[in-house]
């Protein structure tokens, strides 16, 4: 895949966060696919130049990589259905929604079920940050996923990204989930509780490309 393919992207969900990070991709110079299920929720965006899709199918089938930013495991779920899952394969699906690792690993065996690629992403920060791009962007996933190219579009929308490893099947320890980063916000800009641990995965600084 060439670098050319990660300077278009599909985006899915434009709550409260998505909206803003998309504008910032947009004014990188980033292409966009945008799919909400408000279609209201586009207009600006089909403004600002990003291209709207009728459809998840449609959308997937015309990018390299799908970002999905939406409220809850139910959504992205929904989103997975099966029309959806047979349109993965050789795709790449970054999860920047606030859900738990269980479900997060659920989602990765469906991706990886279907022949695509999976990574985790959920971020830390409102609509500010998400706006000014100074989110904290914590990336699970395989290496073959988060390679120059992605780290440049992710960089876009952040200030920081810390790569920490996938939630095991089996883990000897429970780990606390994703979710309860402090300060961290849902694709509706929901607030977790501040004051919870941080997860137990190491974790280190991505340098920007």
């Known amino acids: 895949m060439s670098t050319n393919e990660y300077t278009q992207i599909g985006w899915i969900g434009l709550g409260q ?39 998840t199918v449609e959308l997937i089938r015309a990018f390299p990589v799908i970002f999905l930013m939406v409220s809850d495991f ?9 029309e959806v ?22 989602v990765k065996e469906l991706v990886e079920a279907a022949g695509g690629q999976f990574a985790e992403a959920p971020v830390s920060g409102s609509v500010g940050p998400a706006t000014n791009g100074t989110l904290l962007v914590l990336f699970g996933g395989e290496d073959s996923v988060l390679t120059v190219e992605i780290s440049s579009v992710v960089y876009s929308i952040s200030r920081r990204i810390l790569k920490h490893e996938h939630a095991q099947k089996h883990p000897p320890h429970p ?23 941080l997860p137990s995965q190491p974790r280190h600084h991505l340098p920007r490309p």
């Open 17 to 55: 966060m998505g909206n803003p990070m998309v504008t910032r991709l947009l004014n990188a110079g980033i292409e966009v696919g945008v799919y909400n299920r408000s279609p209201d929720k586009t207009a600006d965006l089909a403004d600002k130049g990003a291209k709207v899709y009728a459809s």
């Open 74 to 82: 139910a959504a992205v779920r929904d989103i997975l259905s099966e």
């Open 85 to 106: 899952r047979k349109e993965l394969a050789g795709k790449i699906i970054v999860n920047m929604s606030t859900i738990a690792p269980s479900e997060n690993l659920a």
């Open 175 to 197: 780990a606390p989930p994703t979710s309860h980063l402090a300060g961290l916000h849902t694709g509706e800009g929901k607030r977790h509780l501040p004051g919870t641990p």
